[in-house]
T-cell receptor, first 114, second 115 residues
C-alpha cells in the first residue's frame, strides 16, 4: 500500500545508546517531517526537510539529527538517548511544504529509554 | 507565532448524540486549518481541511467543520456519534505564507462514545 513506512515500530534503549529511526515514503513527495508525540502536548516538530538536500530545525531539535538520504527516505538519529526522549515518533510527508497541503503520517515508532 | 487551543482534553458523548470538538487558533492572518484523527496505535489521518472558499467544510466519516473568522474558530461536528468515532482528534494550522510554513498542532481531544 502506498504511504509512509516507519521502522522499527517499537524499541527499548538504555540511556546513552544511539539509534536511527527510518522513514520512507512512496508518494513522490518533496517534503518530509519528524514529530514526537507526548501525552497532552499534541505533536511537536523535531526536524523537517522541505525538499531533497535540505533539512531544518523544528520546535524541539535538541538531542536529534536527521538525514534526507534521497527523495524517499528521511531518517532521525538519537546520538545519546536520554529518558526525556521516551516518546512516540511520527514521520510525515507532503507534496510540498505549506500551501494548505495536508501531511501523510506513518504509524509511528514507540521508543522507550530506560 | 501561531497557536492552537483545543478546549477539553476529553469529551464523552452517547452513541447517536451530537459530537462537538472545539478548536480556536491565534494568528493575525487566518491560516490554513486542518482536523486529523488518530486511532489507537496508528498515525494521524486527515479528516478535513479549510484553505479558501466555503467556510463549511465536509470531511470523511460524516464530520464537518466551520471556519469562523470573527471567532477565530474551526470547531468539528458530527450530527450522530458512532462507536467507531472513538479516537483522538487534533486540530492543526499552518500559515498562508512566510518561511515557517509548518503545521502547528493542538494538544488533542480524546473522544469517548458511550453505548
Amino acid at each position: 500500500n502506498a504511504g509512509v513506512t516507519q521502522t522499527p515500530k517499537f524499541q527499548v534503549l538504555k540511556t546513552g545508546q544511539s539509534m536511527t529511526l527510518q522513514c520512507a515514503q512512496d508518494m513522490n513527495h518533496n517534503s518530509m517531517y519528524w514529530y514526537r508525540q507526548d501525552p497532552g502536548m499534541g505533536l511537536r516538530l523535531i526536524y523537517y526537510s522541505a525538499s531533497e538536500g535540505t533539512t531544518d530545525k523544528g520546535e524541539v531539535p535538541n538531542g536529534y539529527n536527521v538525514s534526507r538520504l534521497n527523495k524517499r527516505e528521511f531518517s532521525l538519529r538519537l546520538e545519546s538517548a536520554a529518558p526525556s526522549q521516551t516518546s512516540v515518533y511520527f514521520c510525515a510527508s507532503s507534496p510540498t511544504q505549506g500551501r494548505g497541503q495536508p501531511q501523510h503520517f506513518g504509524d509511528g515508532t514507540r521508543l522507550s529509554i530506560l | 507565532a501561531q497557536s492552537v487551543t483545543q478546549l477539553g482534553s476529553h469529551v464523552s458523548v452517547s452513541e447517536g448524540a451530537l459530537v462537538l470538538l472545539r478548536c480556536n487558533y491565534s494568528s493575525s492572518v487566518p491560516p490554513y486549518l486542518f482536523w486529523y484523527v488518530q486511532y489507537p496505535n496508528q498515525g494521524l489521518q486527515l479528516l478535513l481541511k479549510y484553505t479558501t472558499g466555503a467556510t463549511l467544510v465536509k470531511g470523511i466519516n460524516g464530520f464537518e467543520a466551520e471556519f469562523k473568522k470573527s471567532e477565530t474558530s474551526f470547531h468539528l461536528t458530527k450530527p450522530s456519534a458512532h462507536m467507531s468515532d472513538a479516537a483522538e482528534y487534533f486540530c492543526a494550522v499552518s500559515p498562508l505564507s512566510g518561511s515557517a510554513r509548518q503545521l502547528t498542532f493542538g494538544s488533542g481531544t480524546q473522544l469517548t462514545v458511550l453505548p
